[in-house]
DNA sequence: AGTGGTGATGTAAAGGTTTACATAGGCGGT
DNA sequence: ACCGCCTATGTAAACCTTTACATCACCACT
């Protein structure tokens, strides 16, 4: 009973006085074996406490039921709810979740790359276009993928990310109809498709508003803190001053309250400002930033719906899955100031 | 060379014209097979680009090369810093980590037991105490294994923590030392390790200072924000004020702060509140949260190790490993109010 | 020259599973 | 009574490694 070394299918055969094909068979197309051995089976089954080893039955079937999720920073806590989501959809259907990080170093991007050729993982997650792989080559021996946020090998794989030009589509609206009409966009690098995309968002918003090119303000930087902060200082050097700031994530929109509040203004009084991601620490910056939730966790669950169909080859591979985001309302935006008004 | 089907050792063994026993050996024992065969073998792995086939490995070697990683909720931001130790340290080992999380759910945890029988994991990594698996019984069919935070079956697994009492003392000794001798200790549940560790950490602290028990406040909660902002409520009432707070978590810190505030107070002139564990927020909270922080890459790095030695049992495993916390001096603490002095 | 030892390599079994193929029994149709 | 078919089960190969054991050649020593 308590045997030191776990039941193997020949200690259930054995108990149910059948072949070890048979156990086989009752556990994955019991449809193929008459009811009265099932229950034989069933029985020598919970007797023995029998688990199914995972290793031998991948080297039978040549995969393996692990999915390795590879990110540039596993301690970014963005990740940590997408992680969730991939979780609980891989464990209900039988895999299991692998993590790696690169920390974009090559080197340990090769040696994932090795993981995956000895066959560990039957399917890849893989975070924002990283992979610094030897692009086409690799491609062909990558096992079935799937991205987060961003295609990954210009669309060879397909991912899951959020409709970034919806999401800042609402914050534009959401000023415009607060009766702002200058509102400055604080990008991060023109070469990243999120920035491109809520850029497209804010020029829309102000198109169907009306709002002429010269109202429009755009700074680019690289998405930290301090570039929100220079942001800021670069505006007020030429004095034109918008009377709202949309920001391309929520750091920089941090950097642009510390920028405002250091020069001695009010948030929202004075300025209005927005972010987008909603990273945990929005609810905590003074006043709380009104941003765009990233719905992570089911970003996660999303991804992994897509490879689980795509290890099952049940359809053909849709490219892109875009998830809706939502508008978090909280203290950072009000109507603009009469004191800047002419 | 681009095969559909990666290469096994028997690919290797033909072109370098020896036997699959002799491919085995050069990889793993080299010094047990002749240099000049050494070098053949060598090059035909770089011709067919051989790498070992982990199940197969695994299946013959009687265990995987994978470490499960349980935590209550992998969501918690405190997590992902943890899991990069963890990772970076069985990575350079060879060892995978594989992630799961019970959400304090047995059924969740049962399958994860499963998951250990199947042989997929050599070892185990346990968040604070979880585990509602049948106690004893289990225990003997666990792997190896190792607890973060807290002991695991009362000891019956070794753990990494921090010490608790030494962080404590610290931000006692720092409040002490800014002239505050009223301090009330703001915990979470009596029943936790970590509130009974920080609460002795507080008493040694006061008794090294000689301030009598009659100026000790303690207040119990359940460690979240409401929980801190209660007990400040209750400590109105009683109208017995500390100048400073001194709370058990960052969480509770923030829920003092938020409660101090909305009556209108002004921290840190008015009071001093501190935190314990430096979760990501409390840089961002007003005023930044001066707290004690802990080491979380190096306590997944250290698990790793430990748990690694206990796997190649190259030693008896310690039951108890405490990392050294730090202060993190930010701008919640100040000398007390004259205000509050008679 | 014979013995024993050493070092390098090969042979083959074992690890636990899945599944193609073989076998066997039962049944309905002629 | 025979044939063919279908269903239920068993046999054995294959998946890819690692490693105990066997083999063999060579050398040193007596």
């Not at 491609?139 to 999401?167: C, K, Q």
């Not at 007020?236 to 001695?264: S, W, Y």
């Not at 897509?306 to 892109?320: W, Y």
């Not at 508008?327 to 004191?339: F, G, K, Q």
Request: glycine letters at 8%; hydrophobic letters at 40%; aromatic letters at 6%.
């Amino acid at each position: 009973m308590s045997d030191s070394t776990p039941a193997t299918i020949e200690d259930v055969a054995r108990i149910a006085e059948v072949s070890i094909a048979t156990v086989s068979r009752a556990i994955h197309t019991p449809e193929k074996v008459a009811k009265s051995t099932r229950l034989k089976v069933n029985q020598a089954i919970a007797i023995t406490g029998y688990t199914t080893n995972a290793m031998a039955r991948s080297l039978r079937l040549g995969r393996s039921n692990m999915i390795l999720v590879v990110a540039p920073d596993i301690g970014d806590p963005n990740f940590s709810s997408i992680l969730v989501g991939l979780e609980n959809e891989a464990r209900s259907h039988g895999y299991g979740v692998l993590i790696g990080h690169t920390q974009n170093d090559a080197q340990r991007a090769l040696e994932y790359l090795k993981f995956l050729n000895s066959n560990q993982a039957a399917g890849l997650i893989l975070f924002t276009g990283i992979l610094p792989f030897g692009h086409e080559t690799m491609t062909a021996r990558l096992p079935p993928s799937v991205g987060i946020f961003e295609p990954v090998f210009n669309g060879g794989i397909p991912y899951v990310g959020v409709d970034d030009m919806e999401g800042a589509r609402k914050v534009v609206d959401l000023l415009i109809a607060e009766g702002h009409r200058k509102i400055a966009f604080i990008g991060d690098s023109r070469t990243r498709l999120a920035y491109m995309r809520r850029r497209a968002g804010y020029d829309a918003g102000l198109d169907a508003a009306g709002v002429p090119a010269e109202l429009r303000l755009v700074q680019e930087g690289d998405g930290t803190l301090e570039s929100g902060r220079a942001a800021v200082e670069r505006l007020f050097v030429r004095d034109t001053l918008p009377t709202a700031f949309m920001c391309v994530n929520d750091q920089t929109a941090l950097g642009v309250m510390i920028g405002l509040k250091t020069r001695g203004y009010d948030i929202p009084r004075d300025f209005s400002v927005t972010g987008f991601d909603d990273v945990p620490q929005a609810t905590f910056m003074t006043p709380a930033l009104t941003t765009i939730r990233q719905p992570r966790t089911l970003i996660g669950k999303h991804a992994m719906t897509l490879l689980l169909e795509l290890l099952s080859d049940r359809r053909p591979a849709e490219t892109e899955i875009l998830l809706r985001p939502d508008l978090v309302v909280r203290n950072s935006v009000s109507a603009p100031s009469p004191r800047w008004m002419r």
